[in-house]
């Protein structure tokens, strides 16, 4: 119910969102920058602010688990990635947006909004873990995909400035203060608890200004993006974590893996497919299609996750 709850709420942000657009409040202009006020500014605060709770204590072990799972995780959406495709019966020209698709999910924007939510600052700090890997494989392997739609077959270009990025830096800074108990001064928690206040508004207007753009008859007439969506949404969380519970004795770290496979399709693809020549339609819709469906998936697969505890 907490869940069906809080995806209520991103919902009725969304819409928000939409209303906005069709009112001409927010243009592509505004979408942009409110983007990155939550990439750079929104996102660290609210990891930062989940190593500045002191009133829970994590040991070295569980973080340690937590980085171990997460890799593992990884290790399997990639493997999945790759056969896929091939299931749906892919043309080869959409494989890489396919593949990218899979493996990367909207951790960021919908993800840490609803662990806060469902397991608290706690709960935060584990998904923190999800952004270093997130950030090392989409500006390596996901670009490496992409290109491979492409006709020019450019050469691979690793961009570390932007997978050591603010947000990759607020984990190791959020870990540090979390584990070495540092105190912050009330002050400054304060400004951190109120930069961090902006994620989940702002950004589910982002998400909602840019499903306006879309038409829904469309989106659900393209069937094999719909059984890729279905695939995604629900086979591969409610698979995942039924595997994951055999090993994972924390129900807050399995309810936390739960919710970052479960996500829809991360924005970064779409960005992806426009800079390096993929698929940008297809990936486009995909990030829509999906966000829409995972109003009703996540809830309906957090049933499934609450079963097994």
Known sequence: ??????????????????????????????????????????SPAFILSAGINQETYI????????????????????????????????????????????????????????????????????????????????????ISVMQGDSKDGEGLNIQWKKIFNVGVIAVFVSVALFLFRVRVPASIESVIDSLSGLTVPMSMMVIGYSLAGMKLKELF?????????????????????????????DKILLGVCFVMVATPVGSMTAMLAEAY???????????????????FTIPLCGLFVQSLR
């Open 1 to 42: 119910m907490i869940m069906l709850k809080q995806m209520i709420i991103l919902f009725v942000l969304m819409g928000v969102g939409i209303i906005c657009r069709k009112t001409k409040m927010m243009n592509d202009a505004v979408s942009k920058g409110m983007s990155a006020i939550v990439v750079n500014i929104a």
């Open 59 to 142: 040991g070295p072990d569980m973080l340690i688990t937590c980085a171990i799972v997460t890799v593992v995780i990884y290790a399997e959406l990639i493997i999945i990635a790759v056969f896929l495709p091939k299931l749906l019966r892919v043309d080869a020209k959409h494989v890489g947006t396919y593949r990218v698709m899979t493996i990367f999910s909207n951790i960021g924007f919908m993800g840490f909004p609803i662990i806060l939510a469902m397991y608290g600052e706690t709960g935060l700090l584990y998904a923190a873990f999800f952004q270093f890997p997130f950030n090392l494989l989409i500006y390596t392997y996901g």
């Open 221 to 249: 007439s393209k069937k094999r993006l719909l059984v890729f969506a279905l695939i995604k949404l629900i086979i591969i969380p409610v698979v995942t974590i039924f595997w994951l519970h055999f090993f994972i004795t």
């Open 277 to 295: 020549d993929g698929d940008k339609e297809t990936a486009s819709m995909g990030v829509a299609l999906t966000t829409l469906l995972s109003v």
